[in-house]
């Protein structure tokens, strides 16, 4: 009986459907010990030690982690895949696979909630009427502002049309970017992404191509006043140049759902700049999309042992010569 190993703490329950899915497919599902980060390469070595397939999250999976386990299948939860160095995995033969179509609802929400949050400063504003102050400090309206999308897949064509129902223009910078999407969207150079946006939203992956886009010098030509959401790879922005740039005075501010490291620890320093609001990478992570990606992660593992081939959310597929369970 094949072991899949969950490494993710929210999925570690036997009431959601994925379980029943995977032991009536004749699997045996192991909870490992998640009270010790692992996050450590050996850490994840010991946990893993008898998995055959992993439903797993964004632990990083190195060569060491590798070349040391026996797993046949990675099954990614979500559409990144950055965690796990895939070349690695490839040439040990092991089946890398994500759930595409699972999360982008939740992300747009994510995203533009985090731009009604920041225009309407709620957090602070909700502090401070819990501190008994009363101070009714308006800010912009989202209704005729420039929503700039930097990545526009699924995802990106997904907020760009949530943001004309709000009433705002949306354009976008892609240079792989297949056809479709709401009509109205302009897809302009990385310049004018810069220079019109009044939001600037990241939806692309992190590659060699786009790491640390956001750098000193595409801040310094974004507006003034302009808000960066990030829900995509906290290696897309330079951490330090975004904190120097905010320290002075540069954008009305970010929201942060990833970061170059997680989980973030008490001391990053990106904390020390105000205006700029978090939260721990749960852009995809609403109650319906769980569900899904559960859903998916398992039967990726099924259908792999089967002998079927799903190619769609296969990432290595096309350099597995021959694979077979």
């Known amino acids: 009986m094949p072991t899949v190993a969950v490494t993710l703490p929210h999925f570690q329950v036997t009431s959601w459907p994925y379980y029943d899915v995977l032991t009536n497919a004749g699997f045996q599902v192991d909870f490992p010990d998640l009270s010790r980060s692992i996050w450590d390469n050996d850490r994840l070595v010991e946990v893993l030690a008898n998995a055959d397939a992993v439903i797993c999250g964004t632990e990083p999976y190195t060569p060491s982690v590798l070349n040391r386990i026996k797993a046949r299948v990675l099954s990614r939860t979500g559409v990144g895949y950055d965690s796990v160095d895939v070349p690695a995995a ?28 920041m225009y309407r400063d709620v957090v602070k504003r909700n502090e401070m009427v819990r501190s008994g ?24 064509k997904e907020i760009a049309a949530k943001a004309q129902l709000l009433g705002m223009t949306a354009i976008a910078y892609d ?9 109205g969207v302009e897809l302009v150079p990385l310049e004018e992404i810069w220079r019109r946006s009044d939001v600037v939203s990241l939806h692309a992956p992190c590659t060699p191509e786009t790491a640390q886009i956001i750098n ?18 906290g290696g897309l922005i330079n951490e330090a140049d975004l904190a120097s740039a905010m320290k002075a005075g540069k954008l009305r501010g970010a929201a942060l759902d990833v970061l170059e490291q997680e ?18 990478h749960m852009g995809g992570l609403d109650e319906e999309s769980m569900l899904a990606m559960s859903n998916m992660a398992a039967q990726n593992i099924i259908d792999l042992h089967a002998g079927r081939w799903p190619a769609e959310c296969i ?8 694979w077979k369970w």
């Open 175 to 183: 240079p792989f970017a297949a056809s479709g999407g709401p009509a």
């Open 90 to 117: 490839t040439e040990r033969n092991i089946a890398v696979c994500r759930t595409p179509g699972a999360v982008h609802e939740s992300v747009v929400e994510h995203a533009i909630g985090m731009i009604f949050a």
């Open 133 to 156: 102050k009363w101070e009714r400090k308006f800010g912009p309206r989202i209704t005729g502002k420039t929503l700039g999308i930097i990545g526009y897949g699924v995802i990106g």
């Open 216 to 233: 000193a010098d595409s801040l310094a030509k974004m507006k003034d006043d302009a808000l960066l959401i990030n829900t995509a790879r």
């Open 315 to 322: 990432v290595n597929g096309n350099d597995l010569n021959g």
């Open 263 to 280: 989980p973030a620890g008490q001391d990053h320093p990106l904390f020390e700049v105000e205006n700029i609001y978090f939260s721990p």
